[in-house]
């Protein structure tokens, strides 16, 4: 999917989903969402900003849209801080969304020795993938500055960005992208710990999946280890 047509802010989701109450119409959120987003201006802007969240936060995580169902990322709004939950809130975009995928795959080789990201070198990068179209050039510029709110860059100038130094990961939050990995962009039960896409972990610091495969064993999953496997089976 290209269409990442505006940049988010952690804080917007989080603001957003901790206002939800399952049962209701996602139609009454409208309003109170402009009062949410007030960095932006217009009332077009923000309606966007506010289709990307849901269409990321509740639309995907249920088959209906008339009325808004729980799910993981409504009951983490209420028990987890804003700062727990932003890699989560990132790592959803990541998984929604292949361009974005694509974008960080591509900021390695288009970052300097001294962590300055080249814009131009990554849009030559970009359009030879997806072509030379507006909803490429505005998905890049929309993905940037969700970069730069989520603290992973911080824009210089309009041709280029800095890259923060990586973040640190809790146990706990590599557990729940472990089962996000699994249910919501496998698909499947299954997670092979060798094989995750390392575009999801690149703006962290590295992580020693092993061992927080070994900590949740028998609670979250079943970890399978052998010589040639190095597996998670989720339980129900």
């Not at 969700?146 to 809790?170: M, P, V």
């Not at 698909?187 to 495969?213: T, Y």
Request: proline residues 3%.
């Amino acid at each position: 999917m290209i269409g990442l047509d505006r940049p988010l802010r952690p804080s917007w989701i989080y603001e957003t989903l901790k206002m939800i109450e399952v049962g209701t119409k996602p139609s009454i959120y409208n309003e109170p969402f402009e009062d949410i987003a007030k960095e932006l201006v217009g009332k077009e802007g923000k309606r966007k900003a506010r289709t990307v969240i849901f269409r990321s936060f509740i639309y995907s995580l249920q088959k209906q849209r008339g009325s808004i169902q729980s799910n993981i990322f409504l009951d983490w709004s209420n028990n987890k801080s804003l700062e727990e939950l932003t890699p989560l809130f990132f790592w959803k975009i990541l998984m929604d969304y292949e361009v974005a995928r694509f974008i960080i795959k591509k900021i390695d080789i288009c970052v300097d020795s001294s962590n300055r990201l080249s814009v131009v070198l990554l849009s030559k990068k970009l359009v030879q993938e997806y072509g030379d179209r507006d909803v490429v050039k505005r998905s890049l510029r929309s993905f940037l500055a969700t970069l730069d709110h989520f603290r992973f860059l911080s824009q210089i100038d309009k041709k280029n960005y800095n890259l923060f130094d990586k973040a640190l990961l809790s146990d706990e939050q590599l557990r729940d992208f472990l089962l996000l990995y699994a249910k919501l962009f496998l698909r499947s039960k299954v997670v092979d710990l060798k094989n995750i896409e390392p575009e999801f972990l690149f703006f962290f610091k590295p992580v020693n999946l092993r061992e927080v495969a070994k900590k949740y064993n028998g609670i979250a999953w079943e970890y399978i280890r052998g010589v040639n496997r190095n597996q998670l089976m989720l339980k129900n």
